[in-house]
């Protein structure tokens, strides 16, 4: 008796625990507004004889004429040591200190030196990098848990510039404790989607974009605007037409007079259209394929590597310079990277030699896995670290050509195999990537980065470890992930969480980067339906899917118009409009299987990582056991996503034998007991699922469709269920894991 009160009890404190943790929706935007964690110090350390420690009273000296950027870095660096090491600084202004700042012209550009003695000086090529400095120094003691640093000189070089992110904390907002989150990851420009003066893509309405731009600028970041899917007729003109500037001037020469400190614009394809001569396309600008030419299978211009898109950039950079003429006008190949070579090849050489060439990093490449099945990269993955080789052909064309390379990698820590989680966790995956990167900066000058495409930046230990890997005097890889497993989860247990993660890192190359899988079940998790031999959610073939009843925050930018909710359906709608996005509509029964296989495989480590970590809880306290949770939340999150995919694709697959004219009676009566197991399994799998977002609010949202895999989304498809299926008949076998 007495042991079972003991277990009651320990049941109810863990209960308490887990409320304790939870997190009300949009919560983790408090964590994205935390620069600095609380009590980081621990007091049972000292101070080794070859170490500075740093104690009340100490001096951050910076130069008389330093600017805005130099004193907020010097203001920021004290209000660290107060929150998190418990050390009372104060700034001043001099040449003598305890902590002193200098800029050094004869540096290299991105380039700082620490050396640590006595007390501590840093010379930096500039503010901006001063402030890096003192960052990297943040970053030392939040390893080392206490103000202390090791004795002796460091010089250290950023990589890439830009780095440039879109928000994590929602479409196009930034704010001002969320900039000063950004800039200590090393990351140095923020990224703006803009249709128009003051409208943005997460603001369609009024955005004071000026004042973005200067609070951007307070702590050392560049404004960069991304063109998206504006189609003015003012500017839909050939560049040859004599009206051509006129239009351009209206529309882009207008948002440019209005943001003369933005350092840049980025423009895509497809949200650069114009009536192009190349007869290889459209001659329309309708949006969309084929247009209103049935039967003429030609792409649309924005789709195509024109023969007079130089022309179109030369006369568009033209008109931003005119009230900008330091902008870094930026055009970026994804729209042509799986067409005909030689007409890419040709484009580059033409474009003129003062823009920068963004090249996605991973798309458009073919492999296989293990155990054969055939892939193919449709959009951002990790999946495939990459280099891919329309990356290497456009690198080396750029560098033959003068051009600045950057590079679109998604390595703010996010990718779009799992569209709705902060970040993914699988560090050795994300080295793979950061190690070709730096190689092709050596190679091919390789100078710019842009870290995600509607995913952000999530400042997270990943971007931790990235910063080093892309700096060149950097913490070296497996001794950095170790110090960061060490001070997160404990020195006893460092070994054992970065196994974990290397587990992790196995898990995701099994998952194949298809659109079926980024666009479906990946995208929301296990919020997606499962509506096997049921009536279609959303009515007939090609209703808009935002008149759905899917719960959606209504100020959402994008609604649902990156995810398709009916897994076959979809397929079917593919084969019916005949679209040629998709590689593979309907897969053979062995593709299928060797898929579900892998992914099953993918399930199994994501989760043995998970309840390797949740084992370590009880032995964690505070922060470091609310960090962790939120981990094992993560990795919980994503083995049962690949648990929903696994029991959709397996429906699918029975529910053409239910449909098919072939099957016997017997097959059919089978596939059917088949389906009704699935959906057991997998509304236990969703049920499962809503104690883990409550742990952390951030798992189900994406910065441009808001909540799509939340906790309502997640009821919402189990009410759909029970509709289908019938409660009990689900609640028919106990959930078993």
């Known amino acids: 008796m007495a042991k079972s009160v003991i277990v009651l009890i320990c049941v109810a404190v863990c209960a308490l625990q887990v409320q304790a943790q939870e997190e009300r929706p949009y919560g983790f935007r408090e964590r994205l507004e935390t620069v600095h964690e609380k009590d980081v110090r621990d007091r049972t350390l000292t101070a080794a004889a070859d170490e500075l420690a740093l104690d009340d009273g100490t001096e951050i000296v910076i130069p008389a004429s330093s600017g805005e ?12 040591l107060f929150v998190s090491m ?13 902590i002193v700042l200098s800029l050094d012209e004869k540096l290299a550009e991105r380039e700082y030196e620490v050396a640590v003695g006595d007390g501590i000086a840093i010379r930096a090529k500039d503010e901006r990098m001063a402030a890096q400095a003192l960052y990297h120094l943040e970053d030392l003691m939040n390893l080392r848990r206490a103000p202390f640093l090791k004795k002796g000189v460091e ?3 950023s990589l890439f510039s830009p780095r440039m992110t879109h928000s994590a904390w929602g479409w196009d907002d930034f704010p001002d404790a969320y900039l000063r989150k950004i800039a200590h990851t090393g990351m140095d420009a923020i990224l703006v989607c803009i249709s128009d003066v003051d409208k943005t893509c997460g603001n369609p309405r009024y955005q004071d974009v000026r004042s973005l731009i200067r609070r951007a600028a307070a702590v050392g970041l560049d404004t960069y605007l991304y063109w998206k899917d504006n189609f003015d007729e003012r500017a839909y003109v050939h560049p040859d037409d004599p009206k051509a500037e006129e239009g351009y001037d209206a529309v882009y020469g207008r948002v440019s007079k209005a943001y003369p400190d933005a350092k840049g614009f980025v423009f895509v394809g497809e949200s650069a259209p114009f009536p192009s001569k190349d007869p290889r396309v459209l001659p329309s600008k309708t949006i969309g394929r084929n247009g209103q ?15 007079d898109y130089h022309k179109w950039a030369k006369a568009v950079s033209g008109v931003i310079r005119k009230y900008n003429p330091k902008s870094d006008f930026v055009f970026w190949t994804y729209n042509w990277g799986d067409k005909d070579e030689t007409a890419r090849m040709e484009m580059i050489d033409n474009l003129q030699k003062d823009l ?20 193919h990269v449709d959009d951002y993955t990790l999946a495939f670290a990459g280099p891919g080789k329309y990356f290497v052909a456009d690198a080396k064309r750029a560098k033959r050509n003068g051009l600045p390379l950057y590079a679109q990698s998604m390595t703010g820590g996010n990718t779009w195999d799992d569209g709705s989680v902060p970040y993914l966790p699988v560090p050795h ?30 400042p997270s ?8 890997a892309f700096t060149r005097g950097g913490i070296p890889f497996d001794r950095h992930i170790r110090l960061i497993a060490a001070r997160d989860f404990g020195e006893k247990n460092a070994d054992a969480v970065v196994a974990v993660w290397r587990k992790w890192s196995e898990a995701l190359p099994k998952i194949p980067p298809s659109h079926n899988n980024q666009y479906g079940p990946f995208r929301i998790g296990p919020a997606y339906p499962f509506n096997a031999l049921g009536k279609p959610l959303f009515g007939s073939l090609g209703e808009d899917l935002d008149k759905a009843d899917f719960p959606i925050a209504p100020y959402a930018v994008y609604g649902l118009g990156n995810i398709r909710l009916n897994y076959a359906d979809d397929q079917v709608r593919q084969f019916v409009e005949g679209l040629d996005y ?23 480590l994501y989760r043995e990582g998970a309840d390797a970590l949740r084992a370590m809880l009880p032995g964690l306290s505070g922060p470091r056991a609310e960090k962790a949770g939120r981990l094992v939340a993560l990795g919980e999150f994503l083995w049962r996503t690949c648990r929903t995919a696994v029991n959709v694709k397996k429906a699918t697959q029975l529910e053409n034998v239910v449909l098919s004219e072939r099957a016997t009676a017997a097959e059919k009566a089978a596939a059917r007991e088949g389906i009704l197991a699935l959906a057991r399994d997998e509304y236990a799998n969703a049920k499962a699922t809503i104690p883990v977002v409550r742990t952390d609010s951030h798992l189900g949202w994406e910065p441009s469709m808001e909540y799509v895999g939340g906790e309502e989304q997640i009821r919402w498809k189990l009410r759909k269920m029970e509709s289908l299926y019938g409660k009990e008949e689900l609640l028919g076998n106990k959930e078993t894991r």
Not at 357 to 371: C, D, H, P, Q, R
Not at 429 to 458: I, P, S, T, Y
Request: include cysteine; charged fraction near 30%; charge should be negative.
């Open 69 to 80: 950027v130099l004193y907020g870095a010097a203001r920021d660096f004290a209000d660290y």
């Open 86 to 98: 418990d050390v009372s600084a104060r700034v001043t202004r001099g040449t003598r200190g305890g």
């Open 155 to 157: 010089r250290r070089e």
């Open 293 to 307: 030419f049935p039967g003429d299978t030609r792409p649309l211009p924005g789709w195509f590597p024109c023969n």
């Open 356 to 375: 920068s060439l963004l090249v996605t990093y991973e798309t458009f490449e073919s492999y296989a896995l293990e155990n054969g099945f055939p892939c």
């Open 429 to 458: 995956q994300w080295k793979r990537r950061w190690d070709g990167m730096v190689r092709a900066h050596d190679d091919w000058g390789l100078v710019g980065v842009m870290e995600g495409h509607h995913n952000a930046a999530e």
């Open 461 to 468: 230990f990943v971007t931790e470890l990235e910063k080093e």
């Open 582 to 604: 998709f590689p593979r509509l309907q897969l053979a029964d062995e593709d299928v299987r060797r898929e579900v296989e892998s992914i099953g495989e993918a399930e199994r």
